[in-house]
């Protein structure tokens, strides 16, 4: 049974600096596990942790000749910097592996020194997904929330996944994983058929197919299906003040602009978030 989806991962080259952008410019709680994580998993990791829906982890390869850093690496090889991985939680992960198996979708073995287990983007619409144990990760954050004042953002209130066939898309993460689905709608303002899956717990993912690609939302995409095949188009994070967060992130250097589709929605430039478009929107 998935209990909850955790957290998203964004794989970077520049640790640091992809550090930096979460903790100094979003104003996040980041976690810096990097110290034993090199050591332990041969690759830097960190945890921002900002209240409400899910978590984002950072993570870079460091060691080649482990694991994780192989895995990171040849995502960053073929695909560049940007969104890696979803995860989910389950009591038992390989308990939960054999069930998904026996339900149709392509999981792998288990991962040396890992505790979860993969499922393969190629039965998940571009997405690869790990299944974790519940509350695998606990470590709470010590430092002061909000040190420089402002809005505040939240973690992620819902990830958007791109897909050709939404009706399969459903499929999946409705009856394969078992999580709770609602009905498709056609959304006809931003030119998509769209389906919200909703996890127990943490934020949840929207499936959005192209309907009317003459619609900004729609035309984006359309465009992202052509260039990137299909999987996760986008994180989406929210907050109280939505102009008062574009004033306080372009007075800490990260210009958002208002997105194409939406007056109430703002986007970053991916080239400054490491690959990874992030969309604020009002609570």
Do not use: W
Not at 110 to 129: A, E, K, N
Not at 222 to 233: D, H, K, V
Not at 268 to 278: N, W
């Amino acid at each position: 049974m998935i209990t909850g989806m955790p957290r998203i991962a964004i794989a970077v080259y520049d640790y640091p600096a992809v550090v930096s952008l979460f903790r100094d410019k979003f104003g996040m709680p980041v976690i810096d596990l990097s110290k034993s994580s090199i050591s332990e998993y041969g690759a830097a990791l960190g945890m921002c942790v900002p209240e409400g829906g899910s978590n984002i982890e950072l993570m870079s390869p460091v060691d080649p000749n482990t694991p994780l850093s192989k895995s990171l690496q040849g995502f960053l090889d073929r695909r560049g910097q940007g969104l890696f991985a979803l995860m989910l939680e389950a009591p038992v992960p390989d308990d939960e592996a054999e069930v998904l198996a026996q339900r149709g979708l392509k999981v792998l073995p288990l991962m040396p020194g890992s505790f979860g287990r993969d499922v393969h983007p190629s039965s998940t619409h571009g997405v690869l997904i790990r299944v974790y144990p519940v509350n695998s990760f606990s470590t709470q954050y010590k430092g002061s929330v909000d040190e420089q004042g402002g809005p505040c953002v939240s973690g992620i209130s819902r990830v958007i996944i791109a897909v050709d066939d939404i009706d399969h898309a459903v499929e999946v993460y409705g009856s394969q994983f078992d999580m709770a689905m609602d009905a498709t709608k056609l959304d006809t303002e931003r030119g998509v058929r769209t389906a919200i899956c909703r996890p127990a717990m943490g934020g949840v993912i929207e499936l959005v197919a192209v309907d009317d690609p003459t619609m900004p939302f729609a035309n984006a995409i359309a465009e992202f299906l052509r260039n990137n095949r299909e999987g996760m188009y986008a994180l989406v994070l929210q907050t109280s003040d939505l102009p008062a967060t574009q004033k306080m992130l372009a007075e800490r250097g990260l210009e958002v602009s208002v997105a194409a589709d939406s007056p109430h929605v703002l986007e970053t430039d991916q080239q400054t978030t490491f690959g990874a478009l992030i969309r604020i929107e009002a609570e």
